[in-house]
């Protein structure tokens, strides 16, 4: 075996009270893609801030090549030759792909190196199939390809090991494909990579070895991934084992949602075009298709933030006459958005106004335009308290909840007042095992007591799992709905490219 | 080698502490301008401290000074916390201004007559704020640039006014007439220029406080300022809430002039505003957006510009010091911000 790239002995990292890395050994050689495993606070972000050098360590040292380093600062990572592509991408929108490259890298005499960068990216891009326009501004790329430039931009800068803090969360499952044979690539020239991920058939897929943590300590290593099974790294990760939810048999009531021939226009993603759905009470409906292909205009148009051009909506057999937020909540509509932070939650303020936030002007928090702080105070506490949301209080900031925390903190809200449909997007995306099994349970008791609830996922298994329909949208179309007995993932599969699924 | 860490939380007294700390390092580096300008730093400060705290009598003129800089301090920390940009308290100073003088200078019973001059003021601010942010919520035009753009619009506005039909036929100074004698606010203390308007302003930073902290409008306008996006999923009408808010900081700056002419001037000149509305700017950072926070830091304010005049006439240090203490204070506070977010950590050297 190759002498490991870096190798990390005894890291230790606190912040306060929390224990975040306590005594973490890891190593990575090179040409080798190393799994990091472990439940949301887990302590794996934090691992890796500290390797490139965003966090001192409390405790331990840092080796690249068998030689101690310090790390003080991304430039010191960089020039050890460690590149990391964070969760949240680092560029600035304005700047074009080239400029985004060329941030921080002196040319000749100063000047900036234009040529020679355009020769770097397009050698790069060929290598590993990381083709960029390097004309286009950053604002212009999709996700996928935002990240794509993360990467290029470490490679650029000469990273031997590359860093990926769940870099799969943002990605549509085509476009995962192509960042793994990217990944592949690098590491057959001999970059060390550390992939990070929640999903155990990725890690399965791609990775070589992996290092599980569970409260900031390293509680289990795997030698083979392909062939463990992603029960067992799951009980590596949460200390015991994760039977998925039963799902009972549905008994459907009326509709309570109904889109009939609704049509969109000037959407900045995909429009509708003549869609019509149902969902009854008691029943879960999946919403499957490659992303990009009209979900998000779908669910902003049932959550009445764009209006339609023509076509009829119903909440609990009312129609919709003014789409906005307010009307359909009025009707009884709750909502859990993709982006929890953008759309969902006010980061910068207390939990507590991100609980009461959509509802701040009905009675249970207000009176004559007159704010309940403790009506508001004891709601927050009350749904900390029933849905486990770890935070101090509720007056902590909503920002510094993880993801999982953040999801519970939202589908508390939501659910707390009963609604007669619930709207869902992507609701486990970035969750672990653990957190993504407690929204499932939470969804079929909410079908149990006869809500409606569509749910906007990508992940078919996932669908399969816990819907009892499953409508497949292609071009901001319906192409079909399965009933979730009839369902296969190929089946599904195929109608997302387009092929009709009913006959 | 020290470095920034991202930092969680903050406690309590060290917000506190931020804008003391601020003030503090403002002083210690305008000494050194002091100590340039050739005159001893303690006798400059203190001479600064005597005549704006020293007596009675200079406490009530450092509290007149403060009154017209606690509602532009006002106008801002509201807008702010929306995130509408309003750097227009100076415009809308003036516009209350010159609506609170020409409602004063109509003969009627003088309750009636402040009253009248005080809606008429906080009207004129309101309507002055409400074109950039018109102008935002429709057309997207940036609210800095229309905000700022619109003070000198006023200004010139004011200046056509008292040099054409205000114009003092009689001297021949650009001078407004001055406003009926019933009109003038009351003076409170025997003696001094303590006049109503500096109690309205005392009563005003708990009310909007209040308001803020306490109200569904103050929710939404704390909302929409922190994350727009969530606030109109959640059903709050963002381009509403920012009406209201641009009335509301416009009114509140409009109240400044209000205040200015009835308590002060008793008429409308060309420099009737040194500068209230751009020093509100200063008050609402100094005071962190926190409506309670604005009467100390206007307080502050007051106390160096009172001071600074005394200390110019007593050391020969220019009187300009005041202003560079203003713009330093700005400076610093914005640097002591930062800590609310980051925290130094000493790091060893590299290897
Ligand atoms: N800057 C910070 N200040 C305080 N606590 C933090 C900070 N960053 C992370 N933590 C805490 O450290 C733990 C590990 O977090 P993190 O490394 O982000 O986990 P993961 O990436 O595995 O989800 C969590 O409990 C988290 O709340
Ligand atoms: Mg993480």
């Given at each position: 075996?190759?002498?490991p790239?870096?190798?990390?002995?005894?890291?230790?990292?606190?912040f306060?009270?929390?224990?975040?890395?306590e005594?973490?050994?890891?190593?990575?050689?090179?040409?080798?893609?190393?799994?990091?495993?472990?439940?949301?606070?887990?302590?794996?972000?934090?691992?890796m801030?500290?390797?490139?050098?965003?966090?001192?360590?409390?405790?331990?040292?840092?080796?690249?090549?068998?030689?101690?380093?310090?790390?003080?600062?991304?430039?010191?990572?960089?020039?050890?030759?460690?590149?990391?592509?964070?969760?949240?991408?680092?560029?600035?929108?304005?700047l074009?792909?080239?400029?985004?490259?060329?941030?921080?890298?002196?040319?000749?005499?100063?000047?900036i190196?234009?040529?020679?960068?355009?020769?770097?990216?397009?050698?790069?891009?060929?290598?590993?199939?990381?083709?960029?326009?390097?004309?286009?501004?950053v604002?212009?790329?999709?996700?996928?390809?935002q990240?794509?430039?993360e990467?290029?931009?470490?490679?650029?800068?000469?990273a031997r090991?590359?860093?990926?803090?769940?870099?799969?969360?943002?990605?549509?499952?085509?476009?995962?494909?192509?960042?793994?044979?990217?990944?592949r690539?690098m590491?057959a020239?001999?970059?060390?990579?550390?992939?990070?991920?929640?999903?155990?058939?990725?890690?399965?897929?791609?990775?070589?070895r992996?290092?599980?943590?569970r409260?900031?300590?390293?509680?289990?290593?795997?030698?083979?991934?392909?062939?463990?099974?992603?029960?067992e790294?799951a009980q590596?990760?949460?200390?015991?084992?994760?039977?998925p939810?039963?799902?009972?048999?549905s008994?459907?009531?009326?509709a309570?949602?109904?889109?009939?021939?609704?049509?969109?226009s000037?959407?900045?993603?995909?429009a509708?075009?003549?869609?019509?759905?149902?969902?009854?009470?008691?029943?879960?409906?999946?919403?499957?298709?490659?992303s990009?292909?009209?979900?998000r205009?779908?669910?902003?148009?049932?959550?009445?933030?764009?209006?339609?051009?023509?076509?009829?909506?119903?909440i609990?057999?009312?129609?919709?006459?003014?789409?906005?937020?307010?009307?359909?909540?009025a009707?009884?509509?709750?909502?859990?958005?993709?982006?929890?932070?953008?759309?969902?939650l006010?980061?910068?303020?207390p939990?507590?106004d991100?609980?009461?936030?959509?509802?701040i002007?009905?009675?249970?928090?207000?009176?004559?335009?007159?704010?309940r702080?403790?009506?508001?105070?004891?709601?927050?506490?009350?749904?900390?308290?029933?849905?486990d949301?770890?935070c101090?209080?509720?007056?902590?900031?909503?920002?510094?909840?993880s993801?999982?925390?953040?999801?519970k903190?939202?589908?508390?809200?939501?659910?707390?007042?009963?609604?007669?449909?619930?709207?869902?997007?992507?609701?486990?995306?970035?969750?672990?095992?653990?957190?993504?099994?407690?929204?499932?349970?939470?969804?079929?008791d909410?079908?149990?007591?006869?809500c409606?609830?569509?749910?906007?996922?990508?992940?078919?298994?996932?669908?399969?799992?816990?819907?009892?329909?499953?409508?497949?949208?292609?071009?901001?179309?319906?192409?079909?709905?399965?009933?979730?007995?009839?369902a296969?993932?190929?089946?599904?599969?195929?109608?997302?490219?387009?092929?009709?699924g009913?006959? | 080698?020290?470095?920034?860490?991202?930092?969680?939380?903050?406690?309590?007294w060290?917000?506190?502490?931020?804008?003391l700390?601020?003030?503090?390092?403002?002083?210690v580096?305008?000494s050194?301008l002091?100590?340039?300008?050739?005159?001893?730093?303690?006798?400059?400060?203190?001479?600064?401290?005597?005549?704006?705290?020293?007596d009675?009598?200079?406490?009530?003129?450092?509290?007149?000074?403060?009154t017209?800089?606690?509602?532009?301090?006002?106008?801002?920390a509201v807008?702010?916390?929306?995130k509408?940009?309003?750097?227009?308290?100076?415009?809308?100073?003036l516009?209350?201004?010159?609506?609170s003088?020409?409602?004063?200078?109509?003969?009627?019973?003088?309750?009636?007559?402040m009253?009248?001059?005080?809606?008429?003021g906080?009207?004129?601010?309101?309507?002055?704020?409400?074109?950039?942010?018109?102008?935002?919520?429709k057309?997207?035009?940036?609210?800095v640039?229309?905000?700022?753009?619109?003070?000198?619009?006023?200004?010139?506005?004011?200046?056509?006014l008292?040099?054409?039909?205000w114009k003092?036929?009689?001297?021949?100074?650009?001078?407004?007439?001055?406003?009926?004698?019933?009109?003038?606010?009351?003076?409170?203390?025997?003696?001094?220029r303590?006049?109503?308007?500096?109690?309205?302003a005392?009563?005003?930073?708990?009310?909007?406080?209040?308001?803020?902290?306490?109200?569904?409008?103050?929710?939404?306008?704390?909302?929409?300022?922190?994350?727009?996006?969530?606030?109109?999923?959640g059903?709050?009408?963002?381009?509403?809430?920012?009406?209201s808010?641009?009335?509301?900081?416009?009114?509140?700056?409009?109240?400044?002039?209000?205040?200015?002419?009835?308590?002060?001037?008793?008429?409308?000149?060309?420099?009737?505003?040194p500068?209230?509305?751009?020093?509100?700017?200063?008050v609402?950072?100094?005071?962190?957006?926190?409506?309670l926070?604005?009467?100390?830091?206007?307080?502050?304010?007051?106390?160096?510009?009172?001071?600074?005049?005394?200390?110019?006439?007593?050391?020969?240090?220019p009187?300009?010091?005041?202003?560079?203490?203003?713009?330093?204070?700005?400076?610093a506070?914005?640097?002591?911000?930062?800590f609310?977010?980051?925290?130094?950590?000493?790091?060893?050297?590299?290897?």
């Amino acid at each position: 075996m190759p002498a490991p790239l870096i190798e990390m002995r005894g890291i230790s990292k606190r912040f306060g009270a929390v224990v975040a890395n306590e005594a973490v050994d890891l190593s990575v050689a090179p040409g080798e893609i190393l799994g990091l495993l472990g439940e949301n606070g887990a302590g794996k972000t934090t691992l890796m801030n500290v390797l490139f050098g965003a966090y001192a360590p409390d405790a331990g040292e840092i080796l690249v090549q068998g030689r101690p380093v310090t790390i003080n600062s991304s430039a010191d990572a960089l020039a050890a030759g460690i590149g990391m592509v964070h969760q949240h991408f680092h560029l600035a929108p304005r700047l074009s792909v080239l400029e985004n490259l060329l941030i921080g890298i002196p040319g000749k005499s100063g000047r900036i190196d234009r040529a020679g960068g355009l020769a770097r990216l397009a050698e790069i891009g060929r290598q590993h199939g990381l083709t960029l326009d390097p004309g286009l501004p950053v604002s212009a790329l999709s996700i996928g390809e935002q990240q794509r430039l993360e990467i290029v931009k470490a490679l650029f800068r000469g990273a031997r090991l590359l860093i990926l803090d769940e870099p799969t969360a943002v990605l549509a499952p085509t476009e995962v494909d192509g960042l793994f044979s990217a990944l592949r690539s690098m590491a057959a020239q001999g970059l060390g990579i550390i992939f990070i991920s929640h999903k155990l058939n990725e890690v399965r897929a791609l990775t070589h070895r992996c290092v599980v943590l569970r409260h900031g300590r390293v509680t289990g290593r795997v030698d083979a991934p392909a062939s463990t099974t992603s029960s067992e790294m799951a009980q590596l990760m949460c200390g015991h084992e994760i039977v998925p939810p039963a799902r009972g048999p549905s008994t459907p009531g009326a509709a309570v949602l109904t889109l009939d021939g609704i049509s969109t226009s000037r959407h900045s993603g995909m429009a509708l075009r003549d869609v019509s759905l149902f969902v009854r009470a008691g029943e879960i409906l999946g919403i499957a298709g490659v992303s990009g292909n009209g979900q998000r205009a779908l669910a902003e148009v049932i959550s009445g933030v764009l209006a339609p051009d023509v076509g009829r909506m119903t909440i609990a057999g009312k129609v919709v006459s003014r789409f906005s937020p307010c009307e359909v909540q009025a009707l009884g509509l709750g909502r859990i958005p993709e982006d929890r932070m953008t759309t969902g939650l006010v980061t910068n303020l207390p939990l507590a106004d991100s609980m009461v936030l959509p509802r701040i002007g009905t009675a249970a928090f207000s009176r004559n335009g007159l704010l309940r702080p403790d009506a508001i105070r004891a709601f927050a506490e009350a749904q900390i308290k029933a849905y486990d949301i770890r935070c101090p209080g509720p007056m902590t900031r909503a920002g510094a909840l993880s993801g999982g925390n953040l999801q519970k903190a939202l589908l508390a809200r939501e659910l707390a007042f009963d609604p007669k449909v619930l709207v869902v997007s992507q609701p486990t995306r970035g969750l672990d095992i653990g957190a993504a099994r407690f929204v499932h349970e939470k969804f079929l008791d909410m079908r149990a007591r006869g809500c409606g609830i569509v749910v906007i996922g990508e992940d078919l298994e996932e669908l399969l799992m816990f819907c009892d329909r499953i409508t497949v949208m292609y071009e901001g179309r319906i192409v079909g709905t399965l009933d979730s007995a009839d369902a296969t993932i190929a089946r599904l599969g195929l109608m997302m490219t387009g092929a009709e699924g009913h006959s | 080698m020290f470095r920034l860490e991202a930092r969680t939380s903050t406690s309590a007294w060290f917000n506190l502490a931020l804008p003391l700390l601020a003030i503090g390092a403002t002083l210690v580096l305008c000494s050194g301008l002091i100590a340039l300008a050739g005159a001893g730093v303690i006798e400059a400060y203190g001479v600064m401290f005597s005549a704006s705290l020293g007596d009675s009598y200079a406490i009530t003129e450092t509290l007149v000074r403060a009154t017209p800089m606690i509602f532009t301090g006002l106008a801002v920390a509201v807008a702010f916390r929306a995130k509408f940009w309003n750097i227009g308290a100076e415009g809308q100073l003036l516009a209350g201004a010159v609506a609170s003088c020409a409602v004063g200078a109509i003969p009627m019973p003088g309750p009636l007559a402040m009253l009248l001059m005080a809606l008429a003021g906080a009207a004129a601010g309101a309507a002055v704020a409400l074109i950039p942010a018109t102008l935002r919520v429709k057309f997207k035009v940036d609210d800095v640039v229309s905000s700022l753009l619109l003070n000198s619009v006023i200004f010139y506005a004011l200046m056509a006014l008292i040099e054409g039909p205000w114009k003092d036929s009689f001297s021949g100074y650009p001078i407004s007439p001055p406003i009926e004698d019933s009109a003038n606010f009351p003076v409170l203390l025997e003696g001094t220029r303590l006049h109503l308007g500096v109690v309205a302003a005392f009563l005003a930073a708990p009310v909007i406080w209040f308001l803020i902290a306490r109200t569904t409008l103050g929710f939404r306008i704390r909302v929409i300022g922190e994350n727009p996006e969530a606030a109109r999923y959640g059903g709050i009408h963002v381009e509403r809430v920012l009406i209201s808010t641009a009335l509301l900081s416009g009114a509140l700056a409009g109240l400044a002039g209000v205040s200015e002419v009835g308590g002060v001037h008793f008429q409308v000149m060309s420099d009737i505003s040194p500068g209230y509305g751009y020093s509100g700017i200063v008050v609402a950072m100094l005071a962190r957006l926190n409506p309670l926070g604005v009467m100390p830091a206007a307080l502050f304010l007051a106390a160096v510009m009172t001071g600074a005049e005394a200390m110019s006439r007593a050391t020969g240090v220019p009187a300009f010091l005041s202003d560079v203490i203003q713009g330093t204070a700005l400076l610093a506070m914005l640097v002591a911000l930062l800590f609310t977010a980051y925290r130094i950590r000493r790091v060893g050297a590299a290897r």
